[in-house]
């Protein structure tokens, strides 16, 4: 199974970052600084549901793979699985968000289905922090993992942070999310090469 975290790792920036890159090519006035990832899934957007179904799953489907693959890893070596279980939860809220889009400018309230994806996404953000949190303290007995402790335990703060932060309307908001994501993601290939290197 080791062999297979990295590359699961690598997979999910790709599914992570590319889609919304390409999908946001169609949607003039779309500003990855200003404007969520969800809205480029957003009900009545142009191509909305390929969005969805063609960036958003796929992305889920590729963090519910790392974690179960590091929560084999974990198993393995007799620790709680449990912060890969919650950290799973991020993988949920993107295939909640091709479920339940999210109303124009992803407001906090809203239509049913806008007040399912902020559920979904907050679910995820905060099992992605709380998960990191809960990591840091098995990597210490890790000798593979060790090194990444005190990292995985400020990003797993940081994580939650972001996710206040993301609760509110701002001209940042979607620098915000990306810089959020690209820390679990940055992660997620660290403990990749690490395991990688250790074996």
Same mark, same amino acid.
Request: with cysteine; aromatic share 10%; net charge neutral.
């Given at each position: 199974?080791?062999?297979?975290?990295?590359?699961?790792?690598?997979l999910v920036v790709?599914?992570?970052?590319?889609?919304?890159?390409?999908?946001?090519?169609?949607?003039? @006035?779309?500003?990855?600084?200003?404007?969520?990832?969800?809205?480029?899934?957003?009900?009545?957007?142009?191509?909305?549901?390929?969005?969805?179904?063609?960036?958003?799953?796929?992305?889920?489907?590729? =963090?519910?793979?790392?974690?179960?693959?590091?929560?084999?890893?974990?198993?393995?070596?007799?620790? @709680?699985?449990?912060?890969? =279980?919650?950290?799973?939860?991020?993988?949920?809220?993107?295939?909640?968000?091709?479920?339940?889009?999210?109303?124009?400018?992803?407001?906090?309230?809203?239509?049913?289905?806008?007040?399912m994806h902020n559920?979904?996404?907050?679910?995820?953000?905060?099992?992605?922090?709380?998960?990191?949190?809960?990591?840091?303290? =098995?990597?210490?007995?890790?000798?593979?993992?060790?090194?990444?402790?005190?990292?995985?335990?400020?990003?797993?703060?940081?994580?939650?942070?972001?996710? $206040?932060?993301?609760?509110?309307?701002?001209?940042?908001?979607?620098?915000?999310?990306?810089?959020?994501?690209?820390? $679990?993601?940055?992660?997620?290939?660290?403990?990749?090469?690490?395991?990688?290197?250790?074996?």
């Open positions: 199974m080791v062999p297979w975290i990295l590359p699961s790792a690598l790709a599914l992570g970052v590319l889609p919304p890159f390409w999908f946001a090519r169609n949607r003039p @006035g779309y500003s990855h600084v200003r404007n969520t990832v969800s809205e480029l899934g957003e009900t009545g957007a142009p191509g909305a549901a390929r969005v969805g179904w063609l960036g958003f799953a796929p992305a889920g489907l590729a =963090v519910l793979g790392f974690c179960a693959l590091l929560h084999a890893y974990l198993t393995a070596q007799g620790e @709680g699985g449990t912060g890969a =279980v919650l950290l799973s939860l991020l993988g949920v809220s993107y295939v909640g968000a091709a479920v339940f889009p999210c109303d124009a400018g992803a407001p906090f309230w809203g239509t049913w289905k806008n007040q559920l979904v996404a907050g679910l995820g953000y905060f099992g992605a922090g709380g998960g990191l949190i809960e990591l840091e303290r =098995v990597f210490e007995d890790l000798p593979a993992l060790t090194s990444l402790t005190t990292v995985t335990g400020v990003l797993g703060k940081l994580v939650l942070l972001g996710m $206040v932060g993301l609760s509110f309307e701002s001209p940042v908001r979607g620098l915000i999310q990306r810089t959020v994501e690209a820390l $679990v993601f940055g992660w997620m290939v660290a403990v990749g090469a690490w395991l990688m290197l250790a074996h």
